[in-house]
């Protein structure tokens, strides 16, 4: 067997790469496994903030890939953590799903349904929808701040793409005339201090293995790590700014990273 780069800590994005909607990307499993055995240590990232860390370890053990939810590290848990050093248990509306509300609460944040809070936390929502587009603009009138989760224009699914957190972000920065003030996710430096300290690692002994080119091969380009672009999710071998962004590696699958 031989692995691609010789580092010890190895980041995986999730969507398009380990996996596409509820079907594992043929060979992401062998992969996993055969670096762990060669004694790397993988992380997986994801900008998603629809689930929580145990589900995502749940469905990749279910695909196949044994993980615990340690070993996930996701925008939402970026954000609480970035956020708990901002302003520690400050009432925040959330423009997001259960998941993330949730964490945000067990993080001792005041998880409000009203205007009344110091931050609106943005995040890729399926039930965005008028009425919480208006809590977000009263709120910013009464003075709150914007931070969101994930920079992503679109998520892969097996059907093809969907809307993802910049049209939530968009739509707010629009009626509020306010810009978002951070974003945690890929390819913030937030999200993968927190992915290294998972690993144990430095940036200059990781590997990022993506899909896409403005989070993942950004993020690892711009922070020291070795950056591997596949091309099973939203990026195509076609697509003209490849070169510019100027992965180390591109392959058609995961499955390429490790031959027999």
Known sequence: MSIAFPHRGWLFDLDGTIYLGERLIPGADAVIAGLRAAGRRVAFLSNKPLYTRADYAAKLAHLGIPAQPDDVITSSLALVRHLARLDP????????????????AAHGFEVRA??????????????????????????????????????DRTCPTEAGEIPDCAGMIAAVEAVTDRRVEVIVGKPSPIILETALARLGVEARDAVMVGDRLETDIAMGRRLGLATVLVLSGVTRREDPRIPEFAPDLVLPSVRDLVRA
């Open 114 to 151: 009203d205007d009344r809070a110091r931050w609106v936390v943005i995040a890729f929502d399926r039930t965005f929808d008028y009425a919480k587009l208006n809590t977000a603009l009263q709120a910013v009138r009464g003075g709150a701040r914007l931070i969101a989760t994930n920079p």
């Open 89 to 104: 248990g400050a009432p925040v509306f959330v423009i997001g799903e259960p998941p993330l509300r949730a964490e945000l």
